[in-house]
């Protein structure tokens, strides 16, 4: 099992889970992050410090957000990994409010 990072991120790009993970299985893209689940190790650690809960372990992602599972795994192919922490975007706090935001994904 892997954990997968949900639309919630999108648009927000919190990097609070990059900073906890111990094997470095983040990829960030233009406007989220996803996670490689052939690196990650299944620790756990990421989804505590998500602050817009966009992080599951795979069993777990609501079936409206099944479709990041696999998105996950092709985006984390293209993207590069992202090792430290960086500042999120200026307006994260506002798109963290914003339920539906998968029409804005920017790969």
Not at 32 to 61: G, K, N, R, S
Request: one cysteine or more; hydrophobic letters at 40%; aromatic letters at 6%.
């Amino acid at each position: 099992m892997t954990y997968v990072v949900t639309e919630s991120c999108i648009k927000c790009k919190y990097t609070d889970c990059v900073d906890v993970c111990p094997v470095d299985c983040f990829r960030e893209g233009p406007n989220m992050l996803v996670i490689d689940p052939d690196e990650c190790i299944d620790c756990t650690l990421c989804v505590a410090e998500c602050p817009v809960e966009a992080i599951f372990a795979e069993d777990d992602v609501p079936d409206a957000q099944r479709q990041w599972t696999p998105l996950n795994a092709e985006l984390a192919k293209a993207w590069p990994p992202i090792i430290e922490k960086k500042a999120a975007p200026e307006d994260a706090d506002e798109w963290a409010k914003v339920k539906e935001k998968a029409h804005l994904l920017e790969k």
